[in-house]
C-alpha cells in the first residue's frame, strides 16, 4: 500500500477499494473460492474496476448479504453446510453488524465477532479474511462500529495479522495519508470517516 491516496470518490472507499483489489491481487491463487461479506455495493460503479477484474479472471467469487447474493439473509445464522472459502471479504461491512445485518436497525451487542467468528468456521485451513473498518476511537456510533488497535486484536481473535494499513483523512479532504494507529486514538466518524483501517488476517 501507498503512503497516501487521492480522496477520488470523496470517500473512505477511495482506499478499501484499491487496497481489496491490491490484496486480491497479491493472495489469490488458481481455483481459490472468494467470499464477500455485504458484497452488495452501495454504489455499483465505485466497485466496477474491481468486479471487472473478478470476471476477466473468472475467479469464483461469491457474495453473502442480508440483501440478496449466493447465500442471502443473516451471516451469523446463514447455514453454509459444508461450503468453505479459501479468503473472504469484509469491505466496510462487519462494522455495521451489531445494528443492520437485518437491516431492522436493532443493536445487537458483540455481533460484529460472532460474524467474525462465523468467518473462522467456514474459511479453511490457513485462509486469509480481508477486512476493513473505521479506525480511531473504539466506540459505537449510529449504525456502525469504530475501532482502535485493540479493538481489532479483540475482534480478530483466532487469526494472525499478516498485514495493516491505517489511513487519516487531511484537513483539506483531499488525500488520506498512511498514519500510525496510536495517532488516531481520538478520531470519530462525523458525517463521514476520517480514519480507515485496512488490514490481512490469517487463520490460525
Known amino acids: ?13 477511495s482506499v478499501e477499494l484499491v487496497f481489496i483489489k491490491d490484496i486480491v491481487e497479491k493472495y489469490y491463487q488458481e481455483s481459490n473460492i472468494i467470499l464477500d461479506v455485504g458484497g452488495i455495493p452501495s454504489d455499483p460503479k465505485h466497485s466496477e474496476s474491481f468486479f471487472n477484474y473478478i470476471n476477466d479472471r473468472k475467479i469464483d467469487y461469491r457474495i453473502s448479504d442480508f440483501r440478496g447474493g449466493n447465500y442471502p439473509g443473516d451471516f451469523v445464522e446463514y447455514d ?5 472459502f479459501d479468503i473472504i471479504i469484509f469491505l466496510s461491512s462487519l462494522e455495521h453488524f451489531p445494528q443492520c445485518t437485518e437491516s431492522d436497525c436493532l443493536y445487537r451487542e458483540g455481533y460484529d465477532k460472532k460474524g467474525y467468528q462465523k468467518s473462522l468456521n467456514i474459511l479453511k485451513n490457513n485462509g486469509y479474511i480481508f477486512l476493513t473498518v473505521p479506525f480511531g476511537k473504539h466506540i459505537w456510533q449510529d449504525y ?4 482502535n488497535w485493540q479493538g481489532i486484536l ?3 481473535e483466532g487469526s494472525t495479522i499478516i498485514e495493516s494499513h491505517t489511513y487519516t483523512i487531511d484537513d483539506t479532504g483531499l488525500w488520506w495519508n498512511k498514519t500510525e494507529p496510536s495517532k488516531m486514538e ?8 476520517h480514519g480507515v483501517g485496512c488490514f490481512v488476517m490469517q487463520k490460525k
Open 80 to 84: 453454509f453446510k459444508d461450503d468453505k
Open 154 to 156: 479483540d475482534l480478530t
Open 144 to 147: 456502525h462500529q469504530n475501532y
Open 186 to 193: 481520538e478520531i470519530l466518524y462525523t458525517d463521514k470517516a
Open 1 to 13: 500500500m501507498k503512503d497516501k491516496y487521492y480522496n477520488s470518490l470523496g470517500n473512505e472507499r
